[in-house]
């Protein structure tokens, strides 16, 4: 099993009980491509290369199946799903939807004050990932940021939708930085729907945002050319196949 997912295993050791600590770390692997598309996953190898039970594999298989990260295949095994192009759209969609409205409400009705600094926070901190090319640290730093602007306006449900519909997408976002979409474009596309929350602007909030959310389109073309192999293109994957 890959070193890179004990690491991220080890890591997650204070973040909760082991179904969710599990379930988390499988679906950031997949996102960020430790577990590669079309890889064959193994309850047995998973449970003895973690020293955890089988139970939790098999609901963190189930959980992953209904976000669209994994086939669960009767008599055949667990396979990570290739990059379903349809899903990706649908999400980018929903997604746009919500964190506009988000983006609005934040820069009308006002944010919570320490919110709003913690926003002004976490760009400072996601500049300061450019050089080192921090990748990995800017993704973090980068669903604090939407989790912040969500829930500052008591937009929890939203936010709860949004992370749901989103790890097809999050899939492309990882994909497409550094080359296709440079993490600096990213940050300043964040600091100007800050701005325009600041400015109490709702047009401009709102229109920044979608800039900010239209940002995939550009790139998700050329990667489909690049990495081939891991997308599937002919049809939306099936989701919650668990029998």
Same mark, same amino acid.
């Given at each position: 099993?890959?070193? %890179?997912?004990?690491?991220?295993? /080890?890591?997650? %050791?204070?973040?909760?009980?082991?179904?969710?600590?599990?379930? !988390?770390?499988?679906?950031?692997?997949?996102?960020?491509?430790?577990?590669?598309?079309?890889?064959? *996953?193994?309850?047995?190898?998973?449970?003895?290369?973690?020293?955890?039970?089988?139970?939790?594999?098999?609901?963190?298989?189930? +959980?992953?199946?209904?976000?669209?990260?994994?086939?669960?295949?009767? !008599?055949?095994?667990?396979?990570?799903?290739?990059?379903?192009?349809? %899903?990706?759209?649908?999400?980018?969609?929903?997604? $746009?939807? @919500?964190?506009?409205?988000?983006?609005?409400?934040?820069? &009308?009705?006002?944010?919570?004050?320490?919110? *709003?600094?913690?926003?002004?926070?976490?760009? $400072?901190? /996601?500049?300061?990932?450019?050089?080192?090319?921090?990748?990995? +640290?800017?993704?973090? *730093?980068?669903?604090?940021?939407?989790?912040? @602007?969500? *829930?500052?306006?008591?937009? !929890?449900? %939203?936010?709860?939708?949004?992370?749901?519909?989103?790890?097809? @997408?999050? +899939?492309?976002?990882?994909?497409?930085?550094?080359?296709?979409?440079?993490?600096?474009?990213?940050?300043?596309?964040?600091?100007?729907?800050?701005?325009?929350?600041?400015?109490?602007?709702?047009?401009?909030?709102?229109? =920044?945002?979608?800039?900010? !959310?239209? $940002?995939?389109? /550009?790139?998700?073309?050329?990667?489909?050319? +690049?990495?081939? =192999?891991?997308?599937? &293109?002919?049809?939306?994957?099936?989701?919650?196949?668990?029998?």
């Amino acid at each position: 099993m890959n070193s %890179a997912l004990q690491a991220m295993w /080890q890591d997650s %050791a204070d973040d909760g009980s082991v179904r969710q600590r599990l379930y !988390q770390v499988l679906r950031q692997s997949i996102i960020r491509m430790v577990l590669a598309p079309g890889q064959a *996953l193994s309850e047995k190898e998973l449970a003895d290369t973690l020293a955890i039970s089988r139970q939790p594999v098999r609901e963190a298989f189930i +959980r992953l199946s209904e976000a669209g990260l994994v086939e669960v295949r009767p !008599q055949r095994g667990t396979y990570v799903i290739r990059i379903s192009r349809q %899903a990706v759209l649908e999400a980018r969609f929903v997604r $746009e939807a @919500l964190e506009v409205a988000v983006a609005r409400e934040a820069a &009308v009705e006002g944010m919570k004050p320490r919110a *709003l600094d913690e926003l002004h926070e976490l760009i $400072e901190r /996601q500049r300061r990932c450019v050089d080192p090319e921090d990748y990995d +640290r800017f993704f973090l *730093l980068d669903e604090a940021f939407h989790r912040t @602007l969500a *829930l500052g306006v008591d937009q !929890q449900v %939203a936010w709860k939708v949004t992370e749901e519909v989103k790890a097809q @997408l999050d +899939r492309v976002r990882y994909l497409s930085v550094p080359d296709s979409t440079p993490i600096r474009k990213l940050i300043d596309q964040h600091a100007a729907v800050v701005e325009a929350v600041d400015r109490r602007d709702g047009d401009a909030a709102e229109a =920044a945002m979608r800039v900010h !959310q239209r $940002e995939i389109l /550009q790139s998700l073309p050329e990667l489909v050319q +690049r990495f081939p =192999a891991m997308f599937d &293109v002919s049809a939306q994957p099936e989701r919650g196949a668990v029998s």
